[in-house]
Nanobody, 126 residues
Framework: VQLQASGGGLVQTGGSLRLSCAASGRAFSLYNVGWFRQAPGKEREFVSGVSTNSDSKYYSDSVKGRFIISRDNAKKTVFLQMNSLKPEDTAVYYC????????????????????WGQGTLVTVSS
């Protein structure tokens, strides 16, 4: 599967953005999908993840209550709705796909994901 992230941009503190991760190829519905972000000079970190059938959704503590992940398997797309944005949310955001089992125990780990999209830049101004 190939993944392409989009939807980044410049927004003021408190604003919202919706990122999209569009997939090409077969069997998208068999992939768990995660969002990660990387700020300048920092490690890439887990943001949110969704299981194949949307039964399970995961969030980092820093975005819980502000971000919402969803997916539309018919459209082969995963969304990340980002609300109440803060300057510390500024980063390049990446989506990634995983076909492994026991996603609930692995979703935070970058090594879990075999397929990565290019990033999309989110800048939150203060």
């Amino acid at each position: 599967v190939q993944l392409q992230a989009s939807g980044g941009g410049l927004v003021q503190t408190g604003g919202s953005l919706r990122l999209s991760c569009a997939a090409s190829g077969r069997a998208f519905s068999l992939y768990n999908v995660g969002w990660f972000r990387q700020a300048p000079g920092k490690e890439r970190e887990f943001v949110s993840g969704v299981s194949t059938n949307s039964d399970s959704k995961y969030y980092s503590d820093s975005v819980k209550g502000r971000f919402i992940i969803s997916r539309d398997n018919a459209k082969k797309t995963v969304f990340l709705q980002m609300n109440s944005l803060k300057p510390e949310d500024t980063a390049v955001y990446y989506c990634a796909g995983d076909r492994g089992r026991l996603y609930s125990t692995r979703y935070k780990n970058r090594a879990t994901y075999d397929y990565w999209g290019q990033g999309t830049l989110v800048t939150v101004s203060s």
